[in-house]
């Protein structure tokens, strides 16, 4: 079969953006409290049925012959807008769409909520810093960087309090790399919960990354560095995130104290004017508003270590400090709620991604498993970064189970669910790395399923 792409097939309907109105909100948190995700699916639904479908208006135009062509439009008649209309640039107001949303009913409080970045609407690895995903636990803050300090103390010779100028002063690294919130599928870990890529997966964003090595900071303060074996890292919001960081990534140079994030200063929402970035480790690691930084022999077992961002086990045990992000992926074209419109050529691409290291390969199934190959790498492909793969699809129009599997540098494997629950169970929360599967029905609509093997 000859899979040579067709500019005139393979049209893809875009998925719902925001399903549901703001006073759906209560009504879905009452349902899912219930055990019940019916109201959900059918909202998703409804909005799905009001999406103008292109095919026929298409199909009408190549008909009578498309007025986009034969008329010459205004923008290519007259004159545009002047330069800087804004001082900062902002999207095409025909993107208005794309944005980050909530996920209803996951938070009782707005300010102790989450933000999905809309990965099915984005290319390559770099998220814009506009649409970067959000985890707050008191809400963010617009912190006056004049005022702002950075204390580091405990084992050290000589405790420092650094301001954002001394430290910008400081040699500095840049480098791009993935964060990911450690709930990120959380709500997938019984069954099937939410209807499109960025509530399964969209706790998850790229960025390059400007600071100063942590490592540098503590070297100046006279820091024990053979006695010492964590870092504790504390941020200045009211919830006082605090995180013990293990010392051997702070001594390999990885951890940085950054400023900067995409060539510009970090974002309110993303920790400005100073956050910690930890490279492969869960979001809530990456400390915003980084104030202090205590160096100690022993885990401090701070509330969010022993509470929050542990992983239930099937014996009712707790399990703490797996914070590593293990290899994982998604296809995020087809994915749940887009349409394939035509029989034909598309291009299945996706994201990967491991903590430990670079992704090695992924292979893609479109058989829920049974058959996978290999697909394409976009490069470049870096370390504790987000890597963009695709590989060519000629759908002949019968239902079809989208999958892809990646591989780290490590030679750990993505598990299936089956594998994955084997270990960890159904009544979970965090560090989810199952193969996600997408259903392609016969009527080109894409939704969200698991299987049982």
């Not at 997938?188 to 540098?216: D, K, R």
């Not at 087809?334 to 029989?343: A, E, T, W, Y």
């Not at 019968?398 to 999958?403: E, N, S």
Request: aromatic share 8%.
């Amino acid at each position: 079969m000859d899979s040579s792409p067709d500019p005139h097939r393979g049209r893809l309907r875009k998925a719902p953006e925001n399903f549901l109105r703001p006073a759906d909100v209560a009504v879905v948190a009452r349902e899912a409290r219930g055990g019940r995700r019916d109201f959900l699916r059918g909202a998703f639904a409804a909005a799905a049925t009001g999406v103008a479908a292109p095919a026929a208006l298409a199909q009408a135009a190549a008909r009578e012959g498309d007025p986009h062509i034969l008329q010459l439009p205004e923008h290519t008649r007259g004159l545009g807008q002047p330069v800087v209309t804004d001082g900062y640039g902002k999207p095409s107001k025909y993107e208005s769409n794309v944005q980050r949303r909530q996920s209803p009913g996951l938070t009782q409080t707005a300010q102790a909520s989450v933000s999905f970045a809309p990965l099915q609407s984005l290319f390559g690895i770099v998220t814009p810093s506009g649409l970067h995903f959000e985890r707050h636990h008191q809400g963010w803050w617009d912190i006056d960087p004049s005022k702002h300090r950075l204390m580091v103390n405990g084992m050290v010779r000589t405790p420092m309090v650094f301001t954002i100028d001394e430290i910008m002063r400081l040699p500095a690294q840049s480098r791009f790399h993935f964060i990911e919130c450690g709930a990120n599928t959380g709500m997938e870990w019984g069954n099937v919960a939410v209807p499109t890529v960025q509530y399964t997966h969209g706790m998850l964003s790229c960025s390059e990354f400007t600071g100063v090595p942590l490592i540098a900071l503590l070297e100046m303060a006279g820091a024990d560095l053979r006695r010492a074996r964590f870092v504790l890292a504390e941020g200045a919001d009211g919830s006082s995130m605090t995180r013990t960081i293990p010392m051997d990534l702070v001594r390999s140079g990885e951890v940085l104290v950054a400023y900067g994030q995409n060539g510009e200063m970090l974002r309110p929402e993303n920790g400005y004017p100073l956050r910690l970035v930890v490279p492969g480790v869960q979001g809530v690691s990456w400390v915003k508003y980084l104030r202090r930084i205590e160096l100690g022999d022993q885990p401090y077992a701070a509330k969010d270590e022993v509470l929050h961002y542990v992983d239930l086990m099937p014996d009712g045990t707790h399990r703490q400090y797996t914070s590593i992000q293990e290899c994982k992926s998604v296809v995020t074209t087809p994915s749940g709620g887009q349409v394939l419109l035509d029989k034909g050529f598309y291009s299945i691409n996706g994201l990967a991604w491991s903590g430990r290291g670079k992704v090695r390969h992924v292979d893609v199934s479109v058989d829920g498993g049974r058959n996978w190959r290999r697909a394409r790498l976009q490069g470049p492909v870096m370390d504790k970064c987000l890597t963009r793969f695709s590989i060519d699809w000629v759908w002949d129009g019968k239902p079809a189970i989208v999958q892809s599997r990646a591989t780290d540098d490590t030679g750990y494997v993505q598990p299936s669910y089956r594998q994955l629950r084997e270990v960890r169970g159904t009544r979970s929360i965090y560090h989810n790395n199952a193969i996600q599967s997408w259903l392609v029905q016969e009527d080109g609509e894409v939704r969200n399923v698991q299987l049982a093997a």
